[in-house]
């Protein structure tokens, strides 16, 4: 199976900084990931597929990059709306396996 | 709109059975495979399994943790997707997503998932 890592397990942020989270995959994967936000009680939100393409409606200060076996999800400026956990998840393989969350927490 | 609507979630004990549905609607239920994801309490996110749609053959594949207990079906004419999950253990203890999945090329059997339901809570404990 594919394993995904992702980097950091938490990250403390304030409003108006700019993150990045990383997600590594144990092999290639060409760009087929997607990243997801999860709030408590919620259901999760799909933020990009295919590793850079916004969905619509999700804010522009979101970005997504990489290919193969690196990939990053980068807000450009953190509004108070996206203190969250972040997942990221391959679909190169039908195992669809996640990354095990970043917590961005408001420092 | 696209809605996503678990039901059947709750208490059950080690070795029993509990069958979780999921209502969709606001879109075409018998174009899309149908995805369950679950969390554990603290943990991160697992999918579970899927059942492709009947154009595409409805293809079911799970997760190893839960091949052999569990079955994904579904019924088009009703808009529901289920999960049975039997012979149950309380590392199954989670919130269960029901999910669905878009495909990004035709043939593949992996899915990137777009709507979520608000999710189900079983909890096995003796």
């Known amino acids: 199976d594919i394993q995904m890592t992702q980097s950091p397990s938490t990250l403390s942020a304030s409003v108006g900084d700019r993150v990045t989270i990383t997600c590594r995959a144990s092999q290639s994967i060409s760009r087929w990931l997607a990243w997801y936000q999860h709030k408590p009680g919620k259901a999760p939100k799909l933020l990009i597929s295919k590793a850079s393409s916004l969905e619509s409606g999700v804010p522009s200060r979101f970005s997504g990059s990489g290919s193969g076996t690196e990939f990053t999800l980068t807000i450009s400026s953190l509004q108070p709306d996206d203190f969250a956990t972040y997942y990221c998840q391959q679909y190169n393989s039908y195992s669809h396996t996640f990354g095990q969350g970043t917590k961005l927490e408001i420092k | 709109e696209v809605q996503l609507v678990e039901s059947g979630g709750g208490l059950v004990q080690p070795g029993r059975s509990l069958r979780l549905s999921c209502a969709a609607s606001g879109f075409t239920f018998g174009d899309y495979a149908m995805n369950w ?90």
């Open chain 2, 37 to 126: 994801v679950r969390q554990a309490p603290g943990k991160g996110l697992e999918w579970v399994g899927f059942i492709k749609s009947k154009t595409d053959g409805e293809t079911i594949e799970y997760a190893a943790s839960v091949k052999g207990r569990f079955t994904v079906s579904r019924d088009d004419s009703k808009s529901v997707a289920y999960l049975q999950m039997n012979s149950l253990k309380t590392e199954d203890t989670a919130v269960y997503y029901c999910i669905r999945g878009r495909r990004p090329y035709a043939g593949t059997s992996a899915y990137y998932f777009d709507y979520w339901g608000q999710g189900a809570m079983v909890t096995v404990s003796s």
